[in-house]
T-cell receptor, first 116, second 116 residues
Framework: AQSVTQPDIHITVSEGASLELRCNYS??????LFWYVQSPGQGLQLLLK??????LVQGIKGFEAEFKRSQSSFNLRKPSVHWSDAAEYFC??????????????FGKGTKLSVIP | GAGVSQSPSNKVTEKGKDVELRCDPI?????LYWYRQSLGQGLEFLIY????????KSGLPSDRFSAERTGGSVSTLTIQRTQQEDSAVYLC??????????????FGPGTRLTVL
């Protein structure tokens, strides 16, 4: 069965510091990959997605993620964190085709705190 | 509307009562999804609607859960005889195309359900 692991439940960084959030997946074939962000009281917002092609994907708000097939990873990065980035981040995978291809599998999330 | 809306934002109920949660998708979106987000857990897929097709109910955790979508737009998730383990945030999402993994899902802010 497919699964998504976000090993860090909670990360705290100082404003201006770099950030890397880890995501590993277990899947039968290379899935589609997503990162979502959830601010308090808000719904999830898509940051970026990987379907194919360049393994370094640029997203909104200055985020990027790198797909590494050999490591089954899709880590999210940002070179300089802003206080407004404090939120919860979810990695998700989805099948490329077939029945139920709309069903995304989400990790449990990583909560990011930013120290001013 | 500008985004997916959900009501109520918060619902507190007593064990054994029935509750109805409402979702208004983005106008024109044909695909609609319900997810459940329990404390410390990722999002759990519940049900998927696509146009006039029969919904995919494979994620509903028990027969106490049901959902309908009227006129291809508004959806209602009903939980009968609520239990304390039903306490969670219920998220609705919609997407514009055929509901495959490549479609960006736009999420509402969620309904926080607390069963006492």
């Amino acid at each position: 069965a497919q699964s998504v692991t976000q090993p860090d439940i909670h990360i705290t960084v100082s404003e201006g510091a770099s950030l890397e959030l880890r995501c590993n997946y277990s899947y039968g074939a290379t899935p589609y990959l997503f990162w979502y962000v959830q601010s308090p009281g808000q719904g999830l917002q898509l940051l970026l997605k990987y379907f194919s092609g360049d393994t370094l994907v640029q997203g909104i708000k200055g985020f990027e993620a790198e797909f590494k097939r050999s490591q089954s990873s899709f880590n999210l990065r940002k070179p300089s964190v802003h206080w407004s980035d404090a939120a919860e981040y979810f990695c998700a995978v989805g099948p490329r085709s077939g029945a139920g291809s709309y069903q995304l599998t989400f990790g449990k999330g990583t909560k990011l705190s930013v120290i001013p | 509307g500008a985004g997916v809306s959900q009501s109520p934002s918060n619902k507190v109920t007593e064990k054994g009562k029935d509750v109805e949660l409402r979702c208004d998708p983005i106008s024109g979106h044909t695909a609609l999804y319900w997810y459940r987000q329990s404390l410390g857990q990722g999002l759990e897929f519940l049900i998927y609607f696509q146009g006039n097709s029969a919904p995919d109910k494979s994620g509903l955790p028990s027969d106490r859960f049901s959902a309908e979508r009227t006129g291809g737009s508004v959806s209602t998730l009903t939980i009968q005889r609520t239990q304390q383990e039903d306490s969670a945030v219920y998220l609705c999402a919609s997407s514009s195309i055929a509901g495959g993994s490549t479609d960006t899902q736009y999420f509402g802010p969620g309904t926080r359900l607390t069963v006492l």
